[in-house]
């Protein structure tokens, strides 16, 4: 299951990996409620939510080259949108997070390589140096509101570097 909030609602949205349907959160429940039905694309790994209009960007694919959508959830009833593909040779991308400034980024399930994607078109570009420091695998990433890039792989909290390079890490107590 993946999961993205929007700030100035407090709305969590999820969706598993096999699933065809986004739900919200209950706020007052706690409880999923189906909120779009009708996914496409195959398996379904990466979800984003840009904070400033709530705009949900998925990855749908686990191969690599994979799919990009974008789903609005202030017009729920509205189908998820295909950008297009993250392109040849870029692998497949489980964690997806949106900067400060709208710019959506992914990092690669190897843990070696950030990108941005466009919301034009989908396609993934390599964005500063190569990772080193942390393992593959699954987990999540986020920006801070300072601009600073976390990486959560299994119980570890990292710290990226924009530029690349080596990342830095402890423990969650």
């Not at 705009?55 to 974008?70: E, H, K, P, Q």
């Not at 997806?96 to 570009?125: C, E, K, P, W």
């Amino acid at each position: 299951m993946v999961g993205a909030t929007r700030a100035a609602e407090a709305q969590l949205y999820v969706y598993s990996i096999n699933q065809n349907t986004i739900r919200a959160i209950g706020l007052a429940t706690g409880l999923p409620v189906t909120v779009y039905t009708g996914l496409v694309g195959g398996q379904k790994a990466s979800l984003a939510q840009r904070t400033s209009d709530g705009l949900m960007a998925f990855i749908a694919g686990t191969a690599g080259n994979d799919s990009v959508f974008t789903w609005n959830p202030n017009t729920p009833a509205t189908a998820p949108v295909f950008l297009g593909r993250t392109g040849a040779g870029v692998p497949y991308l489980p964690r997806l997070t949106f900067d400060a400034a709208g710019t959506l980024h992914a990092m690669n399930t190897a843990s070696t390589q950030r990108y941005t994607i466009s919301l034009v078109n989908g396609a993934a570009t390599t964005a500063g140096a190569a990772i080193t420091g942390i393992p593959s695998g699954g987990g999540d990433m986020a920006f801070a509101p300072n601009g600073t890039l976390y990486a959560v792989i299994g119980t570890p909290v990292y710290t990226i570097p924009l530029a690349g390079g080596a990342a830095t890490g402890s423990a969650i107590t």
